[in-house]
């Protein structure tokens, strides 16, 4: 079953420009991490946010969780093409393995 | 290279048939978990295993089973393949017995024909 829902499904950026994105979850969690897949490879972790914490930096990433609205977004700023890739949230419940959304793709031209 | 091997990378095999997969963890990760994903279902979490017990199930199908050995390693045995069971699968592993930033392998591509 998916926890975490991305928004937009797919985002089309120029170089330099901010990129956005959304995830809403429906239960309670511990934390919520942001994977980076590039396509057809492995999924690389960029950073993980607890419950009890409401904005974290990590580099041109910058992740904020709301967790009374059971949300998060992951701000990239002055986006690269080489950030072009697809971007998943994965939500940890009870300490369990992590339940990933279905994921936002990023297309940043030149 | 992450650390987390998987083999084979590809593997194409009929209807009926049966496979492994073979994971090999990042060197001191305790904590193996395998993902199917599917253009249609996204990231699914399969299994679970901690030092050699298995710990959580996911939406594992009764046809597949999986195992970690005592040196850490970890096999998905895919039975009685359909066509709907290709797709890519992933093998993570991570340091504790709680998520806490996983390591992924980059996958094996099945394709069931």
Partial sequence: SQQGEEDPQAL????????????SYKTSINNLQWYRQNSGRGL????????????KHSGRLRVTLDTSKKSSSLLITASRAADTASYFCATDQAGTALIFG????LSVSS | DSGVTQTPKHLITATGQRVTLRCSPR???LSVYWYQQSLDQGLQFLIQYYNGEERAKGNILERFSAQQFPDLHSELNLSSLELGDSALYFC????????????FGSGTRLTVV
Avoid at chain 1, 12 to 23: F, K, L, R, V
Avoid at chain 1, 45 to 54: K, P, Q, V, Y
Avoid at chain 1, 102 to 105: F, I, Q, R, V, Y
């Fill in chain 2, 92 to 103: 993570a592993s991570s340091l504790w017995d709680s998520p806490r930033g996983y390591t």
């Fill in chain 1, 44 to 55: 690389v972790h960029l950073i993980l946010i607890r419950s009890n914490e409401r904005e």
């Fill in chain 1, 12 to 23: 089309s950026i120029q170089e330099g420009e901010n990129a956005t994105m959304n995830c």
């Fill in chain 1, 102 to 105: 279905k994921g936002t793709t």
């Fill in chain 2, 27 to 29: 060197s001191g990760d």
